[in-house]
């Protein structure tokens, strides 16, 4: 997964992921035992899930992208890592 933004920032602290997601307060994530996450060490941008439990990732992934979806216009957001983003037009551009 990759985090697209100024200050979009996770880590891995014990069992918790920690996103700044361009929120007023720090969100975290409760990561249960069966599932590993591991951040980028530069600048925490690019996270990875991994686990045995294929149903589990899945739903881990889907709950820490819903913590910021990617933006319609810019493309912040959290989005799995690949995924192809179609941006909207905005209205000046339209003209």
């Known amino acids: 997964m990759k985090l697209i933004g100024v200050g979009y920032r996770a880590s891995v ?16 994530y409760e990561i249960p035992k069966e599932v590993k996450v591991v951040c980028s060490k530069s600048k925490g941008t690019i996270l990875l899930i991994k ?10 992934s889907a709950d820490v992208r819903a913590l910021r979806k990617p933006d319609a216009y810019k493309g912040k957001g959290i989005h799995y890592y690949g995924e192809t983003l179609r941006l909207k037009k905005g209205k000046r551009e339209g003209k």
Do not use: C, D, R, W
């Open 13 to 28: 602290k014990e069992n918790k992921l920690y996103v700044k997601a361009g929120y007023s307060h720090e969100v975290f």
């Open 51 to 60: 686990g045995k439990e294929l149903p589990l990732v899945k739903q881990i």
